[in-house]
Structures are given as C-alpha cells and as structure tokens.
C-alpha cells in the first residue's frame, strides 16, 4: 500500500513591512490546511514586491520538476488584485500545469 500523500505547494504575497507574526500565522494555517487535507506541504514561495512575479515563476517551474498538481494560498488576492491577471494566472495553473488553487478563506 502506497501512503505517499499529494504534493503541494504555498504560495503568499507578503509585503516587505509585513509584521512577522502574521506572515507566521499564514504559513501556520497554510501548513495545517495541507495536513488536514491530506498534502504533504512541499514548500512555500513568497511573493514581497506588488506586480512582480519572481515566487510565482519558481512556483511553476516546482510544480512542472515535481510533477505537483496542488497550490495552496490564503486567497486569491495573494496571486494578484488585478482580475484579468487573476484569471490569467488561475488558467496558466488550471490548464497549464493542470494544477488544483486551494483557497485558504475565499473572497
């Protein structure tokens, strides 16, 4: 019997003057959801500057190196405010990546 759990990943727009204690709390809730849901939490990519997409380009290429299929942020906000790039963003994992979001507390 295989009790290899499915890996995911965390993803989190964390703002250079972001208080440390609730960037903990997020990677808290973030770690608690994939062990509540069965995932084994892989790692987690922050995202510190608005509209650049470094965390989010390294996410991708992890998901493709590892063959992972789950991302999991606290909202969508984390991907971006901005709707088209949101939807841009969710279709790149969707249909590219063939990746499942996981939403922390959705908006």
Request: proline share 4%; with cysteine; charged share 25%.
């Amino acid at each position: 019997m295989n009790d290899t759990r499915p890996v995911a990943y965390g993803y989190l727009h964390v703002a250079p003057d972001a208080d440390d204690n609730a960037s903990w709390k997020l990677e808290a809730e973030l770690k608690r959801y994939a062990d509540d849901q069965g995932f084994e939490l892989a790692g987690l990519f922050y995202e510190d500057v608005g509209g650049c997409f470094a965390a989010w380009e390294a996410l991708t290429q992890e998901l493709r190196q590892a063959n992972a299929h789950h991302v999991i942020v606290p909202s969508l906000v984390h991907l971006t405010q901005h709707e088209l790039v949101l939807e841009y963003l969710l279709d790149r994992l969707e249909q590219g990546w063939r990746a499942e979001v996981h939403e922390l507390h959705p908006q």
